[in-house]
């Protein structure tokens, strides 16, 4: 093997992908198309589970400041927003950076981990057999052939390696035109900020931390010719005044593109060594940076489980795990993407639907149960029966602990900043920690007094933040049906 996993694509999920590999000693090689990372952002903002996963890396330093958190999140341009301080989580705020930041902070991990980033780098071939993949792409000298356990496509919506696999992307077509442009606004405080809905579209302008403005045109039941033709400030100005009925004052644009609203989800997530992360397997109009969100946190479902393949002491089915608990967040992600979307036509019908849901938000349960759909704090993996001797946290992330062990003491986000699991002891004995002692390597124990801790005396929660396993002291202890000794079986082999 020339490496042990080729990953295709070096934006964002390729990179937290990498990372997630090079953290427990997995060699990587990236393969990404462009020369250099973009100048510009497609994505802007992170949602509070993904700046909970980075910061269980310890990756929110240089990203995370005071002007950068913010306590609301739009749905659909309605009012009262999502209110995200009302959530239960160590971070509830949405955290304004943009994409370009992110890529440049992942890439630099990335390197500082050993993994070999390849920019340049086209991808033409992949083949794969029982043993590997081989991946062909061209490069400034010429072609390079790499031999690798896995590879895995973060290539985006158009993914090559998504079509060399042969897995289906079905979905719907774009039905709708939208146009961005970041600029500088002659006159900023004459403009309403946030979405503007017309019987002819919508207009969304937003400021950013360095005073430059973007702004989002959308125009219905009509899509671009070509996705990729370059967008003239005549062409954008046009939009907005047949949106508008008016002109906004704008200086000379730094970028503008544009986009539709296609929507589609790969019927597979893996297909023998080849999988697939972030746009690659999914994608859907992109409005509140819910794909760059979505993307960051397949990246880390994925990573532990693939390293425990390429190192050799996953279970058979550990990846498929990967498809099983992703593929229904997506879905339910572009389910809300395109329910949005139908928020925002026009027309009376969709007028007097908006005022309904506007009255719903109102109503702090309904506001707090909505905001923790969207960012991901309310998912819950379906990681045992639901039984009644399954406590709820069993499935979903863990928010920080304070553990005592001895003298020492830590927090779980810092335990996991290794990219292991953590065994959590709260009892007073050690028949917890005697249980999971031949799991060492891979798991890490933490026994003592803690503050915080969620109605289990023993809790097992993976590398990626999630609880695999709670019970009690005698059930830890047991090596039967639902015992701590299964779980660790299951999550991190034999």
């Known amino acids: 093997m020339d490496t042990s996993v080729v990953i295709v694509g070096g934006g964002p999920v390729g990179l937290m992908t990498a990372c997630e590999l ?45 002007r950068a958190a913010w306590p609301k999140l739009p749905l659909a341009g309605l009012w009262p927003l999502l209110d995200l301080q009302a959530m239960d989580t160590d971070h509830p705020y949405l955290v304004n950076v943009p994409q370009a930041r992110v890529e440049e902070m992942l890439e630099e991990r990335a390197r500082a981990l050993g993994v070999t980033v390849l920019r340049g780098h086209e991808v033409r071939e992949l083949e794969q057999d029982d043993d590997g993949v081989t991946v062909t792409a061209g490069g400034p000298s010429g072609d390079v052939r790499l031999r690798a356990a896995y590879a895995v496509g973060c290539d985006g919506g158009r993914s090559t390696v998504r079509r060399l ?21 002659v006159n900023m405080g004459a403009e309403r900020r946030g ?10 302008i937003n400021l ?14 009509t899509a671009h010719k070509d996705r990729d033709a370059p967008v003239g400030i005549d062409e954008f100005r046009a939009a ?27 019927d597979r997530y893996r297909a023998g060594r080849v999988l697939l992360a972030g746009d690659a397997a999914h ?40 498809q099983q608990e992703r593929s229904p967040v997506a879905q339910w992600v572009l389910d809300y993407s395109r329910a949005q979307l139908a ?14 849901l506007a009255g719903v938000l109102e109503g702090p349960e309904a506001n707090k149960y909505l905001a923790e759909l969207v960012t991901g704090i309310g998912i819950r993996y379906a990681l045992a029966d639901d039984g009644e001797d399954v406590p709820d946290v069993v499935g979903t992330m863990l928010g920080d602990l304070v553990v005592k062990d001895g003298a020492q003491e830590t927090t779980l986000t810092r335990a996991l900043h290794m990219g292991k699991g953590v ?55 047991g090596t039967g049906e639902g015992s701590l000794r299964l779980a660790l079986s299951r999550w991190f082999g034999d």
């Open 22 to 66: 090079g953290l427990v000693g997995v060699r990587v090689t990236v393969l990404e198309r462009a020369e250099r990372r973009p100048e510009h952002s497609r994505a802007w903002g992170l949602h509070p589970r993904t700046v909970e996963t980075l910061d269980r890396r310890g990756l929110l330093d240089g990203i995370l400041h005071e």
């Open 165 to 185: 696999a042969g897995i289906d992307f079905p979905g719907t077509p774009a039905s709708v035109a939208s146009l961005l442009c970041d600029c500088t606004m």
């Open 195 to 204: 979405m503007t809905r017309t019987e002819r579209g919508t207009v969304n």
């Open 208 to 221: 950013r931390p360095n005073g430059t403005a973007r702004i989002v045109t959308t125009e219905f039941d």
């Open 240 to 266: 907005v005044r047949r949106i508008l009925g008016r002109d906004v004052a704008m200086a000379e644009p730094t970028w503008t593109a544009r986009f539709g609203d296609a929507t589609r989800q790969a």
């Open 283 to 322: 994608i859907h109009f992109p409005y509140g940076g819910l794909g760059l969100n979505l993307g960051l946190q397949d990246a880390v479902n994925l990573g532990w489980k693939l390293a425990g393949a390429v190192q050799g002491w996953a279970p058979d089915n550990l990846l498929d795990t990967y």
């Open 343 to 356: 928020l925002l036509r026009p027309g009376r019908d969709v007028t007097a639907l908006r005022s309904l």
């Open 423 to 477: 065994l959590l002891d709260f009892t007073a004995t050690a028949e917890a920690a005697k249980a999971a002692q031949p799991w060492s390597e891979r798991v890490r124990t933490l026994s003592g007094t803690g503050t915080g801790t969620p109605g289990a005396e023993v809790l097992l929660v993976r590398p990626d933040g999630y609880v695999a396993w709670a019970g009690r002291a005698a059930a830890a202890a």
